[in-house]
């Protein structure tokens, strides 16, 4: 007996003094756990605060069909009313031979805590979180879609994930012997999400421009489309909507979803939208004027084995005729007065061939190869837009610097308050004004641009029809409707740029494709944004 205590007394020194440290580990190791606690993913908001992307807490409902086995034929009809699951279905889980299976996931916190509190045998919750998009399809290529991981996969969430999923906490829990918490040594709450990512959206104009588009779309059931609106002094996007769109809240597991930013990511031939920026860089070199004439008879030239048409025979017309009837004739003419490299410095200049933006996935910088490979006939059909390629944000660029008084500003999805950059000037404030002038011409009886009115403010815009190029060549009958524009001319605030793929009823013109979906998001945004009307008023020196 003597031998047997002294065993147990130096095997309980072992223990409890010699070798103590690693049996506490041993024991901590049974019962404590390390967990890690992500921080709520931070909402996405538009430049007033409005929510456009919100975490919503759910539970993932599993079962372990050893335990669950013991659950009685009224607690698995409780489980099935709540969760709309067969009771069939439950049965079958009991008799399963693996240890886990989910019952149901995304369950709203509400029915998960109920059923939970019930102490179901072998019921058990996982707490996550869902991503909620409030508006819907209204902006939704622009916010994209969040993985159930926690990970930004499409647009907004992906672009600024690093800010948006915010920091991993880690904290000491105690388990039971099935991994269930009981106890939080450590819990202080739920920890604070991040700090909102403001984009530069505006959500009344973002629903205006859609609504816009929606009904230009249906009135010339065209393929797809797109249209922006930008701030002319900041470069921010107030607006960005495509069509074909979908619902986030519906289709964020589906595969085949139509998540593609077309206003950034396709790039397409901008056609006659494209002269501005030619006889911009004309008027700044000095070899024309406004009132500079030019001979377009009979409306048809030959040129290095090419014939190029215009629409009619306009004549013996000055510059600023040549972009309100929009003759290709006149701009080849216009094209001969400059050289190539000229042309593409201008082009780079005006942010053709670059990014429009930073900080989005997929944005094109378009086509504008090197002018040492254009061929004389290349340099005259890129004076009319063929040749080169744009996407619909670049041209709104473009199209901002002429309305910024010739200052080039990086387009933006999200706010500042602090102000913003300056800009880069690319063009005299004089220039910048002429070409204004001529775009406004365009809009008035006469011009190819009348559809663009609206009534009480000065509006400048230019039409476009581009035969559509799939990169095999052109397709027969197949052409985009593109109109770009300025407003209000006395004090230029925004610039809306509108394009529709394939138009299959009634014509494929710019103006009547277009026009209408431009005048009815400037009739709605301007006075929105507290614009005074300006159609009464007269241009100084004109």
């Known amino acids: 007996m003597s031998l047997a205590f002294a065993a147990l007394v130096g095997r309980a020194f072992w223990i409890q003094v010699a070798n103590s440290d690693f049996y506490i580990a041993q024991g901590r190791a049974r019962y404590q756990r390390r967990e890690s606690l992500r921080v709520p993913r931070a909402k996405i908001v538009d430049r007033n605060g409005n929510i456009l992307a919100i975490g919503e807490p759910i539970y993932d409902l599993w079962v372990d069909p050893n335990r669950f086995a013991g659950a009685s034929t009224a607690q698995l009809e409780i489980v099935s009313s709540a969760l709309d699951v067969p009771v069939e279905r439950l049965k079958r889980y009991r008799l399963a031979s693996s240890r886990f299976i989910y019952l149901k996931r995304l369950v709203d916190v509400d029915t998960a805590e109920l059923l939970l509190a019930k102490e179901i045998p072998g019921l058990y919750g996982v707490r996550g979180e869902k991503r909620y998009f409030p508006e819907g399809a209204l902006a939704a290529q622009i916010i994209g879609l969040a993985g159930r991981a926690g990970q930004g996969v499409e647009g907004i ?39 909102n990512v403001v984009l530069s959206i505006d959500r009344n104009i973002q629903r205006m421009a859609f609504d816009a588009l929606k ?14 609106v930008v701030d002319v002094v900041s470069g921010e996007i107030l607006a960005l909507v495509n069509m074909p769109t979908f619902d986030p809240n519906d289709g964020a597991g589906k595969q085949m979803t139509p998540t593609r930013n077309r206003a950034l990511t396709d790039a397409f031939e901008p056609g006659s939208t494209i002269k501005p920026i030619v006889v911009a860089l004309a008027l700044e070199k000095g070899v024309i004027s406004e009132r500079t004439r030019f001979d377009t008879a009979p409306g048809t030239l030959r040129f290095h084995g090419k014939v190029v048409h215009d629409t009619s025979n306009h004549g013996c017309i000055d510059t600023t005729e040549i972009i309100s009837k929009s003759s290709n004739v006149g701009m080849v003419k216009i094209s001969e007065l400059l050289s190539a490299t000229e042309m593409w410095r201008n082009f780079r200049a005006f942010g053709l061939g670059g990014l429009p933006l930073s900080g989005f996935p997929g944005v094109t910088a378009g086509v504008l190869h090197p002018p040492t490979r254009w061929r004389p006939i290349e340099k005259g059909t890129m004076a009319y837009g063929y040749g080169l390629s744009v996407s ?22 999200y706010h500042s308050e602090g102000g913003h950059l300056p800009g880069t000037r690319v063009i005299s404030s004089a220039t910048a004004r002429s070409v204004r002038w001529m775009l406004e011409k365009t809009v008035e009886p006469g011009g190819t641009a009348t559809m663009a009115s609206v009534p009480s403010y000065r509006v400048g815009a230019k039409t476009g029809t581009a035969r559509k190029n799939d990169g095999n060549g052109y397709r027969s009958g197949q052409y985009l409707g593109i109109m770009a524009g300025i407003a209000p001319m006395s004090n230029p605030r925004i610039v809306v740029a509108v394009m529709i793929d394939t138009p299959t009823r009634g014509t494929f013109y710019g103006g009547p494709v277009a026009g209408p979906i431009f005048a009815r998001i400037l009739k709605g945004v301007l006075p929105y944004l507290g614009v005074v009307p300006d159609k009464a008023l007269i241009a100084v020196g004109r």
């Open 157 to 195: 969430e992906l672009a600024a994930n690093k800010w948006l999923k915010g920091s991993v906490e880690r904290r000491v829990v105690v388990v039971d012997r099935l991994g269930r918490v009981v106890e939080d040594p450590e819990y202080a709450g739920i920890p604070e999400p991040s700090a």
């Open 215 to 228: 009904q230009g779309i249906e009135r010339s059931e065209a393929k797809a489309g797109c249209a922006i």
């Open 392 to 413: 619909i944000a670049q041209l709104a660029r473009a199209y901002q610097v002429l309305a910024n008084d010739g200052v080039i500003m990086p387009l933006s999805l």
